[in-house]
């Protein structure tokens, strides 16, 4: 998140709510694709920019970590 943070010239905690990171990385939406993340996301509150930046590189983390 860091590195995507800084690529929109961004501080992390605009980029996402700790709480919504938190919420997602304990509780992964099955499967972790980048449209059930990005449905997650929005249930948490995120905005609609905020889920375009983010969805899809979360998916790819939360995929890594379950393999």
């Known amino acids: 998140m ?8 961004l501080p992390v905690e605009n980029l996402l ?4 990171l938190r ?4 509780d992964p ?3 972790p ?3 059930s993340v990005a449905k ?3 249930g948490y509150g995120a905005r609609p920019w905020q ?3 983010s969805a899809e590189p979360l998916a790819g983390a939360l995929t890594a970590a379950e393999g």
């Open 2 to 9: 860091t590195n995507l943070a800084e690529e929109s010239r």
């Open 17 to 20: 709510s700790p709480d919504a």
């Open 23 to 26: 919420r997602l990385s304990w």
């Open 29 to 31: 939406p099955q499967p």
């Open 33 to 35: 694709d980048p449209g």
């Open 40 to 42: 997650a996301l929005a």
């Open 51 to 53: 889920i375009e930046l």
